[in-house]
């Protein structure tokens, strides 16, 4: 038999992470900490990074430089978690639908407007892309302290579509939604297939180490009634299932930007352990209709974060005041904005741990 001591990083279940916390129903105070798109272009440490890929996806694909990229704010900041350095767009490029991101500008894609478009999406071929990604995941696992989480993400389907189709951002998710009121059994079938490879993508993180999954769906304010609950909760609904069924105990937090009061509805329908509040959302609302039955993440205003002063002060202890009482996580109600200041980044972390 081995006596040795296990390394302490080894013999600490994963159950002391912070982030895990809430989803056994606890309350932390102070409550875990991370933000959304912590990685990137406010950090000068990120800058420098990125300088040395030859695109944004280059710096995805490379598993040594998107591990370092990840890093970067935990070690800076001392985060309850890291967000595996990727992007939404990895499963439509890894599908056959190359993007490429244009500097200054943003995603470009040859868009996918029809069902025979659909023939270039195969979701056989996301094997090679994907694993450099769940390589990251494992590279970030190993360098990470144990009591670190290490969220893992995808798009939602309607949001990964708003850009498929699109074939850059949109203003109004025009082309997404026109395609999806025209013949919506098409667009139904490239939802479909989103889903698959959405959770290919979801498994696969957890498979290499991630303890968390968020899904993103930037764009689900720009749908309502029944065509939310069709193209948002339904396949966020079928990726929850189909990831539970191969990893049960893995929370999912979701994150419906700009749905409002739909909330609730896509709490219930779509089976996610959390759901990310965006800015827009009254406190008084989210600790009536959310708190106590999920787990609340949010809800800093990013651009209060950049700003940042007494305004940011005041309104992070409203958002304490009125949500950590219950399972919380805080967060920003979107993400950390390029302009931000790391060293306002740094105080709201001091004042949420001193509970300010
Ligand atoms: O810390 C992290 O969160 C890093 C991982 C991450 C990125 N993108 C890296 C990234 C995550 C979780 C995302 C999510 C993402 N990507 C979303 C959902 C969240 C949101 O912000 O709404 C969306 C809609 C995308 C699609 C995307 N990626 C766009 C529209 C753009 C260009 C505009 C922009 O925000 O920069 C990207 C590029 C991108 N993704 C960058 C980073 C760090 C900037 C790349 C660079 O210029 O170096």
Redesign the pocket.
């Known amino acids: 038999m081995n006596l040795e001591p296990k390394p302490m990083a080894l013999s600490l279940p994963s159950s002391h992470r912070r982030l895990l916390r809430p989803f056994a129903g606890v309350a932390l105070s102070p409550p875990p900490i991370w ?7 406010h950090l000068p440490e ?1 800058r420098a990074l ?1 300088a040395k890929a030859a695109s ?1 996806f280059d ?1 995805c694909y490379t598993p040594g430089l998107a591990a370092e ?2 890093l970067q ?1 935990v070690r800076r900041y001392g985060l309850d978690a890291a ?7 990895v499963v439509p490029d890894a599908l056959g639908q190359e993007v490429e ?1 244009v ?1 200054g500008k ?2 470009r894609l040859d868009p996918i407007r029809t069902k025979s478009d659909l023939a270039r999406l195969q979701v056989d071929a996301t094997r090679t892309k994907f694993g450099r990604v769940f390589e990251t995941v494992a590279r970030v696992r190993r360098e990470l302290p144990n009591d670190t989480s290490l969220i893992g ?1 995808c ?1 939602a389907p309607w ?1 990964v579509a708003t ?1 498929m189709v699109g074939g850059e ?1 949109t203003a109004d998710q025009g082309a997404a939604r026109l395609w999806a009121r025209t013949d919506p059994v098409g667009f139904g079938q490239l939802v479909d297939r989103l889903v698959e490879a959405s959770v290919e993508y979801l498994a696969g993180q957890v498979a290499a180490g991630a303890d968390v999954l ?1 899904i ?1 769906d ?2 689900a304010g720009a749908l309502a009634g029944e065509e939310l609950e069709r193209w948002v909760n339904a396949p966020t609904k079928a990726i929850v299932e189909r990831v539970k069924e191969r990893c049960p105990a893995l929370p999912i937090i979701g ?1 419906p ?1 700009g749905v409002g009061a739909q909330v609730t509805a896509y709490a219930a329908q779509t089976g996610v352990d959390g759901v990310g509040c965006d800015a827009t959302m009254p406190l008084e609302f989210i600790a009536r209709e959310l708190s106590g039955k999920t787990v609340v993440q949010g809800n800093l205003d990013p651009a209060l974060l950049a700003a940042g002063g007494v305004e940011m002060e005041r309104q992070v202890a409203k958002i304490l005041a009125a949500l950590a009482d219950r399972p919380f996580i805080f967060n920003l109600g ?2 950390i904005l ?1 302009q931000t200041p790391p060293e306002n980044v740094a105080q709201l972390v001091k004042l949420v741990r001193e509970g300010k």
């Open positions: 933000f959304m798109r912590q990685a990137g272009r990120y990125r944004f710096l990229a990840t704010p967000i595996v350095f990727s992007d939404i767009l991101l500097e943003g995603p993400f798009g949001t850009y951002a968020q993103f930037t764009w994150f930007r979107h993400g390029p």
